[in-house]
C-alpha cells in the first residue's frame, strides 16, 4: 500500500479529508477492486438474500454482475455457484 502514498496525500490535498480518512478510503477500495471472486459470490449472494430474492433470481444475477467485475472471473455455471455458496 505504500505506492498509493501520493494518492492518499492528493486526496488529503484537495478534499476535506484529512490523511487519515484518505488512507482508509483508499484502502476500502482497493480492499473491493480485489476482493475474489468467490468472495463477492458469497456476500452478494447474502445481500440478495436478505432482499428477499429467490436463488434462481440471485443466482442469474450473479452471473451477469461478475462478467461486469474488475477482476477476472470465469464464467459460472448455476451449479458452480451453488458450490461456492454452499460447499
Known sequence: MADLDELVEYLA???????????????????FLIEQPDAFVRR????????????AA????????LAQRRFPAPAYTTRQLRRIIYG
Open 13 to 31: 490535498r484537495t478534499s476535506p479529508l484529512d490523511r487519515g480518512e484518505a488512507r482508509r478510503l483508499v484502502d476500502e477500495v482497493v480492499s
Open 58 to 65: 440471485i443466482f442469474a444475477r450473479l452471473q451477469v454482475e
Open 44 to 55: 452478494r449472494h447474502l445481500a440478495l438474500q436478505r432482499q428477499g430474492l429467490a436463488n
